[in-house]
């Protein structure tokens, strides 16, 4: 099945400060999402990317579906961007299921 | 729009007893469900894909006697965790793809923390 590699696992972050947080993934995809999971456990829809570059407030994602990556950028991180973010796709070939990146722990320190 | 809610968000069980969780898309419909389990510190994992009347399909490892899927309208899907025992203790989250969207972007409920006792 297709693999799903995040990096870094963890990071750490003054306040204020940019990050790039990365995906890679092993084949073709239908879809692309990248989630922010809570201290609570919700899973917050950040994107929906399958390709291209979208853009909401201080967060950014690009996806190059070619060469089979995409890019979470947060820019003047705030303490409340401290969770772990995932990355998901779902791979071409019929199947729906989402399969998921182990994450990326980030810790925005104040 | 695109919300999905569980109940309960958590809770407490003695061994052997059966806990149910529900799943529900609140402003779409969803043919299909997925059913995820995470434990602490760890990606999530799926268990089943949940059909809208029909039976579930569920992943290799994942036990169908032990973990009841009932998907009986296009707004809800239930797991039944059957006997549970300490080592089904765990965070429970169901998600949903609308039906009627060309999209493959799934929904995530908020998730059912599970201690059995």
């Known amino acids: 099945g297709i693999q799903v590699e995040q990096s870094p696992p963890d990071l750490i972050l003054q306040e204020g400060a940019n990050s790039t947080l990365r995906c890679n993934f092993s084949?073709?995809?239908?879809?692309l999402q990248w989630f922010h999971q809570n201290p609570w456990g919700q899973l917050i829809n950040l994107f929906y990317?399958?390709?291209g570059t979208k853009q909401n407030g201080r967060l950014s994602a690009t996806t190059v579906a070619t060469e089979r990556y995409s890019l979470l950028y947060i820019s003047s991180s705030q303490t409340t961007d401290s969770g772990v973010y995932f990355c998901a796709v779902i791979a071409q070939g019929g199947s729906e299921k989402l399969v998921f990146g182990k994450g990326t722990k980030l810790t925005v320190n104040p | 729009g695109a919300v999905v809610s569980q109940h309960p968000s958590w809770v407490i069980c003695k061994s052997g007893t059966s806990v149910k969780i529900e799943c529900r898309s609140l402003d779409f419909q969803a043919t299909t469900m997925f059913w995820y389990r995470q434990f602490p510190k760890q990606s999530l994992m799926l268990m089943a894909t949940s059909n809208e009347g029909s039976k579930a399909t569920y992943e290799q490892g994942v036990e169908k006697d032990k973990f009841l899927i009932n998907h009986a309208s296009l707004t809800l899907s239930t797991l039944t965790v059957t006997s549970a025992h300490p080592e089904d203790s765990s965070f429970y989250i169901c998600?949903?793809?609308?039906?009627?969207?060309?999209?493959?972007?799934?929904?995530f409920g908020p998730g059912t923390r599970l201690t059995v006792t």
């Open positions: 998600s949903a793809s609308d039906s009627g969207s060309s999209s493959y972007e799934q929904y």
């Open positions: 990317i399958p390709s």
């Open positions: 084949d073709s995809v239908n879809n």
